[in-house]
């Protein structure tokens, strides 16, 4: 070892000494012949101190097979060796503070230097304990946020399928309850066919009684059923445009309009959007049955249905010329099973407007009422309009 | 690392605040530097919060850099510190490190070469934390906002199946009125097959009023309203034992009900329980020549009581021993076993809505046995803390 | 008149005239269908049939719900007139509703019945009804 030899290599590596990362330069018989500043601070052994010296002589494990194996492989030629910090912590330990030790990846290549053929190993530390702590905070972070959002899936899943059941439980009621309903109403129709001819009129006024009952209640239940599908989310309708529902509506309509000789005016010219065929039918074609049906005595009713676009939003409405609500009732009519009515003159029941509040709720929309008892009632239905053209069931509607 | 990233440095020696611009100017990013040299300034900078990170010297003039580390801490939870040392001790790193600081650099030039990779990590750190705590709470008030929704709909169902059960009464009744009017009046003027017409509509009424019987007593069961009272098993089930001998005086059933079975609960709901599992068990040991009735307690642990209601009448298969306790699920038809189909229904929701657990074990024409359990509550506090914590 | 029955559903009103038909003791029977027609009935009464003291009912059967003037307000209407609060009131209806209960108790009712489910009962009840008001209990006046 010359003193040639050092000063060139200390020279050759002068500018080694400002980099970030350890520099050590090895000779065959591994030699120290350069040791960074970097090297000093991190390892606490001064240059003075190390070079000249066997790395063993510090650094006993290096003489293990896993180091001395890849050392010499370099200093044979071969390929660069490299421990990076997932199986090889450090190749010469350091520390951070009394406990931590840097997690580096080292690099040894074989380097040659002058013409000299030998072989040198230079050794390129570089410090990757920040970058190992932040990738392992991150991967638990991460593996947290997977198990959190598995977690809420299952959540999600368990209350889905509460609510699932809970939706059978009501669709089980409406649809159980007819069996005995059919029974009932097929033996009363049985009964007056066949024998409405033997009974007297008392008789015949008791029978018609029993088949009018029946028929309330099979109504109930239709309504109930619809109620349930709705709130089911079932009622995934198609997608129509709205030009055609009206069309639709007035088919429909025109036999109830011929027997309570009423007028329904439906809008002239359609707004161009598309909606949800089964959910617009329940609401426009409830309110309208409505008003059709709480007429005045004498008063042939009258529906105008309007509608007209705003900002966003189709708004609607439905008004009559009928019997009115009374203000005390606006909230509670659209519950389920509100009648204010007898049902001597007027036969509908009481479930058709909780089926339009249900309706508009899905729809992401809100519904408003205007009466004055006496004269007349407007329902009034704000209904947001998706993707510039479309009505439809709100999405966050769980 | 974002680019400009603006340090607040508190650092009252020249030198040392010369040596921090130079480590961050030879890093890739840029940052710039906002420098307060005294508390004044620093507690003027803390006001207008115009900074990204700070970084502190741990001995400022004037006062401690851990009560810079603190008052960060306690403004901007989101802004990490860095301490720079000039000591290098151990101690003080970890009293830096304790207080919230999110590293510590020592004064030498190696060291300090650290700096804009602390700080790209002191950064990237915060980051990932306030994404986490925001990842944390979305879903957290997804999971409310899906109980609120299940809350709301199961509220909805009920009055939906107390309405529907309700306002089906009154048809029904009229439906059985008038035929019982066309029966007395007009018997004469209808013959045989229209008086069994007759018959038969009735009996469908009366099989429709005891399930809407039934889904009263089940929406009951569903309601929300669960007061909290020491409840006596034992004596409710001597009672609706009386009740069901004098019902049906001729019928000679062995009876075996234990001892002081004492819970807490909601005292209606039990009861409607227990008398459902008896008067099944009383129903379905109709064909036995030596019917067997026991209510007893299978097992007690520090947190529950298992009870059981044992008969040996026509038991049941027990691949059904899920579905019996599903609404208007019957195993057996209408002329074998007058029923509605609800009433484990309802048993089950009663003890579900107890936190507890029911479950059973039959053998066909054998007998069949029902298990419950009810949770042991030490008082009314843990029952009420317990039924609010999660949906019902 | 023995009973003023007040009452908008009309198969209701057939079976309660049917079940009081089929009791021992027949009566006479005012049907009203809706509020402010017994409202008028018991109020407008001219002073002829005042003094004959013939026009008012022994017993008055009121519904709640009704269209119009409701239940409550017919109720509290007749308690508040002097010259009809003290002609019993009974409450018949088809609400169990607490709310209701406190409300007509509060206004003056002298009973409050739910209409049972089961015909039946409803008879039985009707009758119970007639028997108490009409032949147990003493009323204010001689009749």
């Known amino acids: 070892m010359t003193e040639d030899k050092l000063k060139n290599v200390s020279h050759y590596f002068s500018m080694l000494d400002y980099i970030h990362g350890g520099v050590c330069l090895l000779q065959k018989d591994y030699t120290v012949l350069f040791w960074n500043e970097c090297l000093e601070d991190w390892t606490g052994i001064s240059k003075g101190d190390i070079i000249g010296q066997e790395i063993d002589q510090f650094y006993p494990h290096l003489k293990e097979p896993k180091y001395r194996e890849r050392f010499s492989t370099v200093f044979e030629g071969g390929p660069p060796a490299v421990f990076s910090s997932q199986f090889h912590k450090y190749v010469f330990p350091c520390f951070l503070s009394r406990k931590r030790l840097r997690i580096q990846h080292t690099t040894v290549e074989g380097i040659r230097l002058d013409d000299d053929n030998e072989i040198y190993a230079f050794i390129a530390c570089q410090d990757v304990t920040d970058l190992t702590e932040r990738i392992h905070a991150y991967r638990t972070m991460r593996d947290q946020a997977v198990e959190e959002v598995k977690e809420r899936e299952r959540a999600q899943q368990a209350l889905q399928e509460a609510m699932k059941e809970l939706e059978s439980f009501s669709y089980s009621i409406s649809h159980d309850l007819r069996a005995p309903l059919r029974a009932i109403q097929g033996f009363s129709e049985i009964l007056a066919k066949e024998y409405s001819t033997s009974l007297d009129e008392v008789g015949q006024h008791f029978l018609n009684n029993v088949v009018e009952a029946g028929t309330q209640m099979n109504q109930l239940i239709d309504d109930l059923l619809a109620y349930c599908r709705i709130s089911d989310g079932q009622e995934q309708g198609y997608i129509i445009p709205l030009q055609q529902l009206f069309e639709k509506i007035h088919r429909q309509i025109s036999n109830q309009l011929h027997e309570q000789q009423g007028i329904l005016e439906l809008p002239g010219i359609t707004p161009d959007i598309y909606v949800n065929e089964s959910l617009l039918m329940q609401i426009i074609m409830n309110l309208i049955t409505n008003g059709l049906l709480y007429h005045r005595k004498n008063i042939p009713p009258i529906v105008k249905v309007s509608c007209e676009i705003k900002n966003d939003f189709l708004l609607l409405r439905v008004n009559d010329n009928g019997i009115g609500i009374s203000k005390e009732y606006h909230e509670k009519i659209f519950e389920v099973f509100q009648r204010l009515h007898a049902n001597e003159e007027i036969q509908g029941t009481g479930i058709g407007l909780a089926n339009v509040k249900k309706a508009t709720t899905l729809l992401g929309g809100v519904l408003s009422l205007e009466s004055t008892v006496g004269e007349g009632s407007e329902f009034f239905i704000q209904l947001p309009i998706q993707n510039k053209n479309k009505i439809d069931i709100m999405k966050n509607y769980v | ?392 | 008149m023995d009973i003023l029955l007040v009452e908008d559903q009309r198969m209701d009103i057939e079976l309660m005239l049917y079940a009081l038909k089929k009791s021992r003791s027949p009566c006479n029977i005012v049907v009203m269908q809706n509020g402010q027609d017994a409202l008028n009935y018991l109020l407008d009464d001219n002073s002829e049939n005042q003094h004959a003291g013939h026009s008012w009912p022994n017993l008055i059967l009121l519904d709640l719900k009704m269209p119009g003037i409701d239940g409550h307000q017919v109720l509290a209407k007749i308690k508040q007139t002097k010259h009809l609060k003290q002609i019993p009131v009974v409450i018949l209806t088809s609400s169990s509703e607490l709310k209701d209960r406190i409300r007509c108790y509060d206004s003056g009712a002298n009973s409050y019945m739910v209409k049972p489910s089961s015909y039946h009962e409803f008879k039985m009840l009707i009758d119970k009804i007639r028997e108490y008001w009409l032949e147990l209990n003493t009323a204010a006046e001689d009749s």
């Open chain 2, 1 to 392: 690392m974002s680019n400009n990233t603006r340090v607040l440095l508190i650092e009252d020696n020249k030198f040392d605040r010369e040596l921090v611009k130079y480590a961050l100017q030879s890093s890739d990013a840029t940052f710039q530097v906002i420098d307060a040299c005294s508390a004044r300034e620093f507690e003027a900078h803390l006001e207008n919060s115009q900074f990204d990170v700070v970084l502190t010297d741990f001995n400022i003039l004037g006062f401690g850099g851990l009560v810079v580390v603190n008052s960060v801490r306690k403004k901007f939870p989101d802004i990490p510190v860095i301490v720079i040392t000039g000591t290098g001790s151990e101690q003080i790193a970890v009293e830096s490190l304790k207080s919230g600081a999110n590293d510590y650099i020592v004064k030498t030039p190696q060291h300090i070469r650290r700096l804009p990779y602390a700080i790209a990590a002191a950064l990237e750190k915060m980051r990932l934390d306030q994404e986490a705590r925001k990842s944390e709470q979305e879903i957290r008030e997804l999971n409310e906002k899906l109980q609120e929704k299940v809350s709301e709909r199961t509220a909805e169902l009920e009055a939906f199946t107390s309405s529907v059960s309700h306002d089906l009464r009154a048809p029904l009744r009229r439906i059985y009125g008038f035929c019982y009017a066309l029966k007395e009046e007009c018997d004469d003027q209808l013959n045989e097959p229209g008086r069994d017409f007759l018959s038969r509509i009735i009996k469908s009424v009366d099989h429709m009023r005891l399930l809407i019987d039934g889904l009263i007593d089940l929406s009951k069961a569903m309601d929300k309203e669960m007061i909290y009272v020491s409840v006596d098993l034992s004596y409710i089930a001597h009672e609706i034992m009386n009740e069901l001998k004098n019902d049906d005086p001729d019928r000679q059933v062995e009876i075996t009900i234990v001892k002081d079975a004492k819970t807490h609960g909601e005292h209606k709901l039990l009861r409607v329980a227990l008398t459902n599992l008896l008067q099944n068990a009383w129903k379905y040991t109709r064909p036995n020549n030596k019917p067997h009735i026991e209510f007893g307690i299978l097992e007690t642990t520090k947190d529950w009581v298992s009870y059981f209601v044992r008969d040996n009448g026509i038991g049941f298969d027990m691949q059904h021993k899920d579905e019996i306790f599903e609404v208007f699920k019957r195993l057996h038809t209408e002329d074998e076993f007058p029923g509605d189909g609800i009433g484990l229904a309802t048993v089950k929701q009663i003890i579900t809505r107890h936190r507890g657990k029911i479950w059973t074990n039959a053998i066909k024409d054998e007998g069949a046995t029902f298990y419950f359990r009810l949770p042991t509550y030490h008082n009314a506090k843990d029952f009420h803390a317990s039924n609010n914590s999660t949906d019902r």
